[in-house]
Every structure is written in C-alpha cells, then in structure tokens.
C-alpha cells in the first residue's frame, strides 16, 4: 500500500475507450459538447465512425445512446457527473434502466474534484440518485490504475452502469497489473480493531489513515469499495465480524452515497460501531479541492480520530 | 437613439470592462476568456445605459432584470458590476477563490447584482420566462433580459421556453444569443449546426434582430425596436468573436477556457489601453 503521484482518472477513461475501440467495433462514445474536457477527443479522431458528438444536450444524448444500444451496441454516454445524473436522469430511467439496455453513462467531475468550477460543477448527489434507480450499477474508481481497469470492466458487463471519474489528479495507489471486478470490493489491508471503506477519489485518505492508525498500534481493515451498487455485502458482513467498528469516506452528501448503503446492511444484521464521513448536506463553492474537503471533515486526522473514538 | 459622446463613454466602459475581465481571470490564471470577452459590448450597454438599476439597491423592486444564461461568463459580468458600483473593485481579486462572493459560474446568493444563478447550461431562458412573467403580474413596466450562448442553444429547454414566451406574449423579455460560433468541442457549425437561427426563433414565435454584437449603437438600435414590441418576446441575435479584444484569444479554437500567464494578459491589456 504505497502512495505515489497520479493523474486525473478521466485521462484513464479516455484512454481505456482507445483501447476498448480497437477491440470491438461495437464500442460507441456520445459526446455532450465536453469531449475535450472528458477526454474523449483521441477517441473521436481515431474512431470517428464510433463517435458522436450531440451538442450540449445531455437528454438527447441519452435517447441516442438508448437507441444505439438497441442494436447491440455498446454507447459511453460521456458528460460531467451533474449533468449525467440530473440532466438526463429521467431519461436514464425510462429508456435505459427500464428497458435493460447496455448503455455506460460515464462522467467525470465527481464530487469536489472540479473544485474552483464552484458548485454547479461539482457533482455530489448522483451515487445517491443512481442508487435509488433499480437496474443501475455505480463504480467510482479511486485513482488512475483502477479507472482504467473498470472502464474495461464496465464495456464487458450487460447493463446499465455508471462510471464517475476526477477531474483532477488523485494520488495513485494501484499497480498497472491489479485486477478488479465490478461488485466486489478491494481488501488493501487485513485488520482487526476497526474497517474503514473508501468509494472513489478520496481513498488515498483512508490509506493515509490507515498508516497513522497502524503506526499507533490500531489494527485497521481498509476496503475499496468501488462499486457502491450493487454493494459487496458479504465484505461489509466479513468486516462486521472482523473488526469492532465501520467507519466510511466518501466525497460525496453524506446522504444515501457508501455510508448510507454500508448504513443499512450494519443496521439490518445488528451490526457494529459505525460512523459516516462525507459531504455534511451543503453545496461546495469556487475554492480548492483539500479546501473543500476539509470543510466537511474528509481529513485524513478526521478518520484517525473518528476510529480511535470508536474503540 | 445613442449620441455621439454616449457612445464614446460607452466605448470606453466596453475597454475598461474588457481589461478588468482579463486581469480578473489572470489574477487567477486560468478562466472563461473566449465566452466572457464576446458579451462585453452587450453588458455595456444593458448596465451603463438601459437598464434602470441602482448599485447601492441591488434588488430594488422593479428594477430591469437579467439572466446571465451562459453563467461561465460571470467574470465579465462581475467586472460589469464592480465597475459599476455594486461592490468594491477588489472582489475581483478573489473571483474563484474559497470563500469568494465571485464563484466561477453566477450565483445570485453571492453576488449582489446578480438576479439568477446559472452554470447549467440552457436553463436560463425558463427562468427569464418566469421572471417576466412574475413582473407583469405584479403590474411592474420593467424589462427582463437574457443571454444565452451560441452552443448553449443545443438545449431543448431554450425551445421549450421559447414556446412559453410565445404563448404568453412575453413581450417584455428581450433575448441575445451570443452568436460567436464557437462552443467548447469546436465551431458550432461543426458540433450542431444551428442553421437558419433567425427563422428557427421567428417560428417559434418571438421578433427577431440581427446585428453586430460589438457595435453597441447597433445593439441599442435593437433594443430600442424590440422594446416596441406589444405581444412577442424579443431574440437579438449578436454576431460576436469569441474572445474578442485579446490577440492571445480571439477566435482561438482553445479559447473556451484557457491559462492566461501574468505576461499575455499584460500584452493584451497594453494593447486595450492604447485604444483609450
Ligand atoms: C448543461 C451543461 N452542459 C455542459 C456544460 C459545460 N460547458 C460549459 S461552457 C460550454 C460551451 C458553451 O458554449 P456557448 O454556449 O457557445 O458559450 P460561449 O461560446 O459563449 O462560451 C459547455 C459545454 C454546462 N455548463 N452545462
Ligand atoms: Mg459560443
């Protein structure tokens, strides 16, 4: 469990569709007007007869996308994670949940990561929304290594799912070879005392966290959870049994994203300790990441303490 | 009708706005420079001369309204404003910054001047549908205005607002498109083509002028058309260059938003000044 620079994981995305169009000329990227942003340009230049580019109208990009998939294509839906989940959400409900078809709504600018881009940017309800939406799948890889393996990941799996990626750079913490399966979380470190479960950018603060409590004798459990739906319950169970508390980061509200989901398996099998870190129900504003992070107590201190109260 | 000396104290608002938008967005480094330097004539005209505002009562009632419909422009309607006097020319320093009453897109719980909060492209239009809407009701003979982008017109929301203000004969909203043909992945004609944007808005409806957006005579001669108008919305469509006034920007296919270091933006402001 090694922390190094790494990159934003939109680049990951972008460069996995490459790679995934060379495959199959199945592949599909619906453009909203934010390809250069998304990362999707390379894509659209090398495979212009995979591409398309609807202007900035995420609705309709969605019904495009519906119907390409119809036919047994496999479209990536591409826009930022508001307007993926808010913008065309109704329609991500009736013509792709619904109906079952294969379509990947991928977004970057997840949680605070378009920071300065103020809060109309930053998209911080949508793990919450697409949870409450049945058929749907949500993966919010935690850095550059992962995001690339779950988009590919995301291609092969039949269904509905959405991908949320970081418009700016996170800490890196996978190697290049890991592996991943959509529904089943990442064990980084084995413990006893206490588990802490990370979804998406921020966990490189639980691994940080991890190495504190650890320095101080604690014995922690760290957990990737990576899909939040459908949620790797038997890993909640495991850690429920394994340790004597549950603490979870996320950036995102602090309402209905991976505390809620890990919330209610605790809750309904009688559980253990447990505790939320996230997004305390208030917009963001114009300002830096850590900035905005620390606000709502996503600190690497804030998770020690929060274990250490807990045992 | 603009007088000679109007018009050359409008020209000159047009150039200081101009160069506090730049140092705006280069105290910060990076911003929307394509899309906030292509509205600067038309924000001009609206605060210094039509719109009956006043600075020290920001939301006096009655007042004229606008909606900054493409919000990524707030950086030149936030020098608009602090030119104006609805707050201290310093904010400007903070546009973007943690704690800022100048966030990056438009926020009318933080700004005072600013009448909705936009950044979501292709909802302000409803919104200045409801406005004036709201105004009539209330019996007020003010007017409401918007701009929406060139690209943000993709958005099947415009035309559904489009109908609105039709069928209700919003007669005191008057619309600009900010026809700079470009949006973020290219030109506009490359990415959805808009077309013949003068008959889609006529059949949907509303009046509609054309003119050269950076000619503030031009644009107050349509104003002052549109505000005849007795039963239909108004859309004065702009002809403007994305990122006009600044050499390093202008009609740059990467001017959407883009890194401006210390020293480009000095070069374009010495360039500005010269023209005082
Ligand atoms: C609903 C929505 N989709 C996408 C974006 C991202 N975005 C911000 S500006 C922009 C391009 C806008 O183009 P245009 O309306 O022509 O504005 P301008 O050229 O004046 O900058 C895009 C796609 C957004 N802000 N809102
Ligand atoms: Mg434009």
């Known amino acids: 469990m090694q922390i190094r620079d790494g990159k934003p994981t939109r680049e990951a995305y972008g460069k996995a569709m490459l790679e995934l169009a060379a495959n199959d000329s199945n592949i599909y990227v619906v453009d909203c007007d934010i390809g250069k942003s998304c990362k999707t340009v390379p894509f659209s230049q090398q495979f212009p007869n995979q591409h398309v580019n609807v202007g900035i109208a995420e609705q309709n990009a969605l019904g495009v996308g519906a119907g390409l998939a119809t036919t047994g294509k496999i479209p990536f839906v591409t826009t930022y994670a508001v307007f993926g989940s808010m913008r065309m959400l109704e329609q991500i409900r009736q013509e792709v949940c619904y109906p079952q078809l294969n379509v990947k709504i991928a977004c970057s600018h997840g949680g605070f990561t378009p920071a300065n881009d103020g809060a ?20 919010a890889p935690a850095d550059y290594e992962s995001a690339f393996e779950l988009v590919k990941a995301a291609a092969k799996y039949d269904g509905p799912v959405y991908l949320r990626f970081t418009r700016d750079a996170v800490p890196s913490i996978y190697k290049s070879d890991d592996k991943f399966e959509i529904g089943k979380a990442v064990e980084l470190n084995k413990g006893s005392d206490v588990t802490i479960i990370c979804t998406g950018d921020i966990l490189s603060k639980g691994v940080l966290a991890t190495q504190q409590l650890e320095k101080e004798g604690i014995s922690v459990k760290l957990l990737d959870m990576h899909t939040v739906k459908p949620l790797d319950k038997e890993a909640v169970l495991k850690a429920i049994k394994e340790t004597k508390a549950i603490v979870t980061v996320e950036d995102h509200n602090i309402i209905n994203g991976l505390g809620s989901a890990v919330a209610e398996v605790v809750a309904e099998t009688g559980g253990c300790k447990f505790k939320r870190i996230g997004i305390q129900d208030q917009f963001g504003e114009s300002a830096p990441y850590e900035h905005l992070l620390a606000k709502n107590g996503i600190t690497v201190e804030n998770i020690v303490d929060t274990c250490k109260k807990m045992l | 009708m603009i007088t000679k000396t109007e018009l050359q104290k409008l020209n000159k608002e047009a ?17 929307h420079v394509g899309g906030s330097l292509s509205v600067v004539e038309i924000l001009t005209l609206l605060y210094f001369k039509e719109m009956n505002i006043d600075p020290k009562n920001p939301k006096m009632i009655g007042r004229d309204l606008l909606v900054l419909s493409k919000g990524h422009s707030g950086p030149a309607l936030y020098s608009t404003l602090a030119l104006r006097g609805f707050f201290p020319l310093d904010w400007l320093k903070t546009l973007n910054k ?179």
């Open chain 1, 120 to 139: 109309s940017h930053q998209g911080i309800e949508d793990i919450g929304i697409f949870r409450t939406i049945p058929n749907m799948t949500i993966v």
């Open chain 2, 98 to 276: 943690g704690g800022t009453n100048l966030p990056s897109h438009c926020d009318r719980t933080k700004t005072p001047g600013i009448d909705m909060t936009t950044g979501s492209l292709g909802q302000g239009l409803s919104a200045a549908c409801g406005m004036a809407l709201a105004c009539r009701i209330d019996n007020l003979d003010n007017y409401t205005f918007a701009i929406i982008g060139d690209g943000e017109t993709d958005e099947g929301q415009n035309w559904e607002a489009a109908m609105f203000a039709s069928q209700y004969k919003l007669n005191k909203l008057i619309a600009f498109t900010d026809y700079n043909k470009l949006q973020l992945d290219g030109t506009a004609e490359s990415v959805m083509d808009l077309g013949d944007i003068e008959g889609k808005w006529r059949t949907f409806g509303w009046n509609v002028y054309r003119c050269d957006g950076h000619d503030i005579a031009s644009i107050e001669s349509k104003i002052e058309l549109a505000k005849l108008s007795n039963n239909k919305p108004n859309m004065i469509i702009l002809d403007t260059v994305k990122g006009k006034g600044a050499a390093f920007a202008e009609n740059k296919l990467t001017n959407h938003n883009m890194v401006v270091s210390p020293e480009t933006a000095t070069e374009a402001i010495d360039e500005l000044k010269k023209e005082l």
């Open chain 2, 15 to 31: 150039n200081d706005i101009r160069i506090k938008t730049l140092e705006t967005i280069a105290h910060l480094g990076v911003g």
